[in-house]
């Protein structure tokens, strides 16, 4: 395995040791001019490069580089892996595009006007420009599901409208797209011949489904969503420590904090969820910030399998979400405090 990786994991290794630091990001929430944010950006190690030329562009123009850099970093990954473990990435990019349906979906559930929708949505592997105007100038969703390309997504989704019409939330819709996003995923890791490899792509895609799953149960819960159509749309295709039993029946909890305790008393996420109460949005960025220190777990190890690969691809891509709630927040007017407080620090 050192022949197939030697020369990615050198590469990343080094590159590794240029994630922005703290000071780094105080750095650039002191910047009071957009200019000079998009100079200051384009002079970081490892990430500058996505900002070149971007210094007369608006915020706007520079979320969405942020995102197309995400699928040209996948890309240079894969080049540098060699074998048949390189199909793997292919399933990765699979993901990322629906990760951009889940944004056109939430972009046509709010019935944004086309050019904002578009501001906001990057061409992805099989969802080129024109595919995602003409889905976005369908006439409503279901017009819209039909011109997605794909008959069991397309099924899974026409099957949640039911559900959203009457939640008037795109959260079944979103839970339809990420299944079918982590069964591509975990289909690639079964198909990994390197058991390293395959071990650790489990433990890594088996934990984010995890804390997708209490994500998913706390904003059902907020929502007052029954039983019945809790247990129709937890459609994420896997429970690695989480049981489904357990969070169905947390929906009949009194409160937010019996579900909080119970799932830190019964699973291995008890610390990010004590720490982050009762609050959803907390609770995402310290589940994120738990996610965070299981990518980084991996570097402990031996780094010749492709789950190392992948580690240091999320810890990029948290990188890029770093940069990309700068200049949201920027864009917003946001106090500085209150950016830093969404800023999940890589080591």
Known sequence: MAKVYGYAVARLRARRGFFPTLSDYED???????????????????????????????????????????????SDLKDMVRGPSSSFFDF??????????????????????????????VPVGRLSPERIEEMLKAKDLPRMIGLIGDVELERRLLAALERYERLRSP?????????????????????????????????????????KNVLF??????LKVSLEDF????????????????????????????????????????????????????????????????????????????????AFLHLFFTGLRNLQAIVVGKREGLPNEMIAEALIMIR
């Open 217 to 222: 149960l706390m904003r059902s819960y907020a």
């Open 28 to 74: 650039l929430l002191k910047i009071a001019t957009p200019k000079e944010l998009m100079h200051a950006l384009s002079r970081l190690p490892i990430y500058g490069r996505y900002f070149e030329g971007l210094e007369e562009a608006g915020l706007d123009d520079v979320e969405r580089r942020l995102k197309e850099a995400q699928v040209e970093v996948l």
């Open 92 to 121: 990765i990019l699979r993901k990322l595009e629906l990760e951009a349906l889940k944004t056109i979906v939430r972009a046509k559930a709010r019935g944004l006007p086309l050019t904002e929708a578009l501001r906001f949505t």
């Open 231 to 310: 247990e129709e749309y937890i459609e994420l295709p896997h429970f690695y420590r989480v049981s489904r039993e357990l969070l169905a029946s947390l929906l009949a909890s009194p409160n937010i904090e019996v579900v909080i305790r119970t799932l830190a008393s019964q699973t291995p996420y008890g610390p990010p969820l004590l720490k982050a109460g009762p609050n959803l949005i907390s609770v995402e960025r310290e589940m994120h910030r738990f996610m965070i220190s299981r990518y980084q777990r991996v570097f402990l190890y031996s780094p010749f399998h492709v789950g190392f690969i992948y």
């Open 171 to 211: 959260l079944p819709l979103e839970a339809a797209i990420d299944r079918q996003a982590y069964s591509y995923l975990l289909r690639g890791a079964e198909a990994l011949r390197e058991p390293d490899g395959r071990r650790w792509v489990r433990e890594l895609v088996g934990t984010e489904i995890d804390l």
